[in-house]
């Protein structure tokens, strides 16, 4: 009866508006002439007092004149300036809300005097219906609508605008009088005016949007059959005629369209979507076209009213986690609290997922996140439909996710909400992880095979961008039944087993890890002055620079602790285990509860208790010592003395479980859960001896079977729970477990991936004590290779930690062949700085000079250069050298086994570059570094034998050979006949050039002048410089 009554009411109210005369003036509320409801606690509103100041300005001057008089007068007003336009502009507007007998006049005055094509008019009509529209009284709603209807007849610019954000005003799940009205009226000036709304592309998406969704409320109900067919013939004229301009929603449209497809119009709509797309749009190509196009945020926050969205937005900016009861009982009282409130809940959670994109900052602080709400929602579902819609909500994005296309904040909520709902309501997650392998063969058969890779690459993205760190343990939890488990094994096996090593991230372009926050489209505009931020539309993922990567720092859960209570398992216990039970729950002592514990081991070990004892007492411990476990094992202070006393009690109840291990081959399943409770235990007392022998019986003997799974699986709990309790325990580890460790860079990685600088600083000072050894000579090298694809942060820790090691740099120099300038700046800004600290030798000059020449890389001249400073006569020799073999090399038959055992061989070519561009970069100071005799023979020797490109190519560097040769070969006669012919001047010509620079090198080209050929033949089959076989 209320319904028919309201419609009754708002019936005659709009035909009267309609004609500018007193339909509405009735139903205004006391108080005439005022805009806004009030009571007389409330201030008095800072937009009303100035509307009403306006309108009596225009009253003043218009009161007691004839029409032309007062047209005069407020056109005069109005060129006085921009300020009396304004004021004029709103006086009249003022009036028509207010005075429903006028408002035909008002209007036409308006349309007169106003100067700016009613910009003003229309600014504060939205500014109206964002923030004062729930506060209207009914006469000014009323007029309202007549005025934007008015203003759409008169094909005002911009009138588009108003009419979307009067359909945000429309509120889902709501079927109250006012709200019909409301969508009743703006549906009439829509399809009044047709061909107005059909110039607007964004226009007919919206409000096909919007109006296939309220279709949904008011299906089913006998009193709204009108309102509902006018609805569906709209939709469906507008979705047949237009169907592209429809297209543009994405595919949450095939979601609103699944939701109504029972009703006949609709269901003929389908047939064609499915069968006959061509026949809607000869672009378009069918249904997977629609649902591999993201939703454009504008959408999904069109649903939601603005007072809601303000609600949700403090929500999830400023309230903190633990704090939200009051502020989410409120929301519900008055939004969720009805039977037709539950299709609501999609759109919430559509537009958390879709809309609210928290900053970095939001994600690491205190602040309510996402999922929590998600979650609440989830739980105040009453109705299996509205249940089974919200998950499909939750879950639609990830159907037909693309990592190119879609944002991974889309799909966070969703596996996160399943995560932290393990614990407290771990009926949650099991009917998720459920909906999620059913869906993927019942959402469209047709198209599973596109469903099963969209959720596959949902998973992936999540690991990927360490959401979650990986899935094993939400997947293959106890607390689901098999029946989940096993579905789950089958569906996703490659996330079911623990990854080793595990997934690293490889952020090719360094970003601001913070979001930009603001509203970009000119529609979304609604909260100007807001705190409450929006991250940027994903449509700029196409644009130019690269996709922004996100790092999450998952917010941990607030711990309620609560009286253990395990009266319902006592009852199926044995008696004598019943009664140690009581024992252990009563007990305060932990010296007590250990011997009580030892005796209930005892007692399982000795006798034939059957599974489901074996279960029930399992739940009891579990229950009665979840508080040891729970929180920081590592007390705040750590000493020396730091031991089983003081760590955790946890560990002492541990300890009379290591009788467990002569039995642990014959365990069967459940041995891996008990596995997970016992070993963080043993880590927990500095890591003893006799309990780490025992932690690699007890690894082996498990389900897993392999020490170096188990223990990488245990460290990276450690990291995720307790970066302190990973520091301490690392020592330990590296000197337990060597081989391990070291053989890779798994657990280094995870190590530098959490700690700060502070902890880096304390594991150098373990390394330089020797208490921590994290690398060793044999593996260094492909461990620091390893550490090229890490973050930024993580190579510099791993080049700290490896630089406070003794190891000779040149085990890890190979390296340098792996690096590229682009890609792997803080390797070679370690590397640099560290050679400059060495004196060169042959084998680093070789790999330094190994590396590629290109004009943007330094490093090889940097590092050239500051060696030419400081070992000059050093570095001379090693080239030299250099330059003789390489000379000689390709004379040379090379050996399958030496051209294939080097990444890059050394090419003379790439030597003469590299040297003349240290000539360059020498050239104006005032080093002599190649006027040395070892340089200028060199380079003499390979004049004499390179060909015409290579002398072209580097003929300024050969000229300092040629003058070098020019005043080598011209000595005086008498001495030249005397180093001919003395027996000691041909006895060093044969001896090797470094065995003295001055007699060997005259020697040399007197008797390369000589005899030419013989000099080279037995070069030929020598040294590269020289032997003594001569």
């Known amino acids: ?108 005055d308006l349309a007169l005097v106003s100067r700016d094509g009613m910009n003003i008019v229309l600014n504060k009509i939205n500014q109206l219906l964002m923030e004062k529209y729930l506060k209207l009284q009914d006469t000014c709603r009323t007029q309202l609508v007549w005025l934007v209807r008015e203003l759409v007849k008169s094909g005002v610019l911009g009138a588009d605008g108003v009419c979307m954000t009067f359909m945000k005003q429309i509120a889902g799940g709501d079927v109250t009088a006012k709200n019909i009205w409301l969508a009743e009226s703006v549906l009439d000036i829509l399809t009044e005016q047709r061909e107005w709304v ?66 006949p119009e609709f269901e003929l709509l389908w047939k064609d979507i499915i069968h006959n797309p061509q026949a809607l749009s000869p672009q378009f190509t069918g249904i997977l076209q629609l649902l591999q196009s993201r939703t454009s945020r504008k959408f999904l926050a069109c649903r939601l009213t603005p007072d809601m969205e303000t609600k949700l937005l403090f929500m999830t900016s400023r309230v903190r986690f633990g704090q939200q009861k009051r502020y989410q009982d409120w929301f519900q009282r008055q939004y969720l609290s009805t039977p037709d409130s539950q299709s609501l809940r999609c759109d ?49 994005d990830w159907l037909f996710f693309s990592p190119d296309k879609d944002s991974i904040m889309n799909i966070e909520p969703a596996i996160l909400v399943m995560h932290h709902s393990m614990k407290p309501h771990p009926a949650i997650t099991a009917t998720l992880l459920d909906f999620m392998c059913r869906i993927i063969p019942n959402f469209y058969p047709p198209l599973e095979g596109h469903v099963r890779q969209g959720v596959f690459s949902s998973l992936n993205h999540i690991v990927e961008k360490r ?80 996709k922004r990567e996100f790092r999450f720092h998952p917010i941990k859960e607030t711990v309620v602790e609560e009286p253990v209570d395990v009266t319902p398992y006592l009852d199926q216990l044995d008696e004598s285990l019943r009664d140690k039970v009581l024992q252990l729950q009563k007990g305060s002592d932990t010296e007590a509860q250990c011997e009580v514990m030892q005796e209930i081991v005892d007692q399982v070990l000795e006798e034939d208790f059957d599974s489901e004892q074996l279960s029930v007492l399992a739940s009891c411990l579990q229950e009665l010592f979840k508080a040891h476990f729970r929180g920081e094992v590592l007390p705040e202070e750590v000493t020396e003395d730091t031991g089983e006393e003081k760590v955790s009690p946890g560990c002492k109840i541990a300890g009379p479980l290591e009788k467990i291990r002569r039995n642990m081959r014959s365990m069967q399943g459940p041995s891996a859960g008990l596995h997970c409770w016992l070993r963080p235990n043993w880590f927990c007392s500095k890591a003893a001896a006799g309990k780490m022998n025992l932690y690699e019986s007890f690894a082996q003997a498990t389900q897993l079977g392999d020490l170096h799974t188990c223990l990488m699986m245990d460290m990276k709990a450690c990291q995720e729970d307790d970066v302190r309790l990973l520091c301490h325990l690392t020592p330990s580890i590296y000197t337990e477990f060597p081989d391990e460790t070291l053989r890779s860079g798994e657990l280094l990685n995870m190590i530098v991936a959490v700690i700060d600088s502070a902890q880096l600083q304390e594991l150098v000072c373990h390394v330089m004590m020797g208490n921590l050894v994290m690398f060793r000579k044999d593996s260094v090298l492909n461990i620091l290779i390893q550490s090229l694809d890490w973050e930024t942060f993580e190579q510099y820790c791993a080049w700290q930690l490896f630089l406070a090691h003794n190891i000779p740099l040149e085990t890890v120099i190979p390296i340098l062949q792996h690096l590229k300038y682009k890609e792997h700046p803080e390797a070679l800004s370690c590397l640099l700085l560290q050679l400059r600290r060495e004196k060169p030798s042959e084998e680093m000059v070789k790999m330094v000079l190994s590396r590629p020449c290109h004009p ?175």
């Open 856 to 1030: 943007d890389d330094q490093f090889t001249t940097s590092i050239l250069r500051h060696w030419c400073m400081k070992h000059d006569e050093l570095l001379a020799e090693h080239i030299k050298a250099l330059l003789i073999k390489n000379n000689s090399l390709p004379r040379k038959r090379q050996s399958l086994r030496s051209s294939s055992s080097k990444l890059a061989q050394l090419t003379l070519e790439q030597i003469l570059e590299h040297l003349d561009n240290l000539r360059l970069n020498l050239a104006n100071t005032k080093q002599n570094f190649f006027s040395q005799t070892p340089i200028l023979q060199a380079l003499q020797h390979v004049q004499a034998s390179c060909d015409e490109a290579h002398k072209m190519k580097f003929s300024d560097l050969f000229s300092l050979a040629e003058e070098y040769e020019d005043s080598s070969t011209k000595p005086p006669k008498s001495r030249r006949k005397a180093a001919l012919s003395s027996p000691r001047s041909r006895k060093n010509a044969a001896q090797p050039p470094n065995a003295e620079e001055e007699s060997g090198s005259s020697s040399a080209s007197e008797e390369e002048d000589t005899k030419p050929k013989p000099t080279k033949r037995k070069r030929k089959g020598s040294s590269a410089v020289g032997s003594d076989s001569d």
């Open 467 to 546: 959401v979650l760190a990986h899935l094993a343990p939400l997947f293959d939890n106890p607390k689901l039944d098999k029946e989940l488990r096993s579905m789950l094994r089958e569906k996703f096996p490659e996330f079911c087993s623990s990854p080793s090593p595990p997934v690293e991230v490889k952020i090719e372009e360094p970003v601001s890890m913070e979001m930009d926050n603001h509203l970009s489209d000119k529609d979304e505009s609604c909260y100007d002055n807001a705190e409450a931020a929006f991250s940027d539309d994903e449509e700029d993922l196409n644009s130019k620079g690269k």
């Open 348 to 396: 919430l959670i559509r537009y958390i997922c879709g809309v609210v994109h928290p900053s970095n900052e939001v994600l690491s602080s205190d602040i309510l996140p996402r999922w929590a709400i998600i979650g609440w929602l989830l739980t105040t579902c009453t109705s299996n439909v509205a249940a089974s819609n919200a998950k499909l909500a939750l879950f639609y």
């Open 198 to 263: 059909l110039k607007s592309s964004i226009l007919i998406a919206m409000a096909v949007y919007t109006y296939l969704r309220l279709i949904v409320d008011h299906h089913g109900t006998a009193q709204l059959q009108t309102l509902r067919q006018k609805e569906v013939d709209f939709c469906i004229s507008l979705l047949r005629e237009r169907f592209m301009e429809c297209l543009m929603i994405g595919r949450d449209l095939v979601r609103l369209l699944q939701n109504v497809a029972r009703i």
């Open 1 to 108: 009866m209320e319904l028919q009554k309201g419609k009754g009411t708002v019936a005659a109210a709009s035909s009267g508006a309609a004609g500018g005369g007193g339909g509405g003036a009735g139903a205004g509320a006391p108080g005439g002439g005022r805009l806004l409801l009030s009571t007389s606690l409330d201030a008095k509103d800072e937009l009303e007092e100035r509307l009403e100041r306006c309108m009596s300005i225009v009253t003043s001057m218009t009161a007691g004149v004839s029409e032309r008089e007062a047209n005069d007068a407020l056109n005069a007003y109005v060129c006085k300036g921009p300020p009396q336009h304004e004021e004029i502009c709103l006086g009249l507007f003022t009036l028509v809300l207010t005075e429903p007998a006028q408002a035909q006049k008002c209007y036409r």
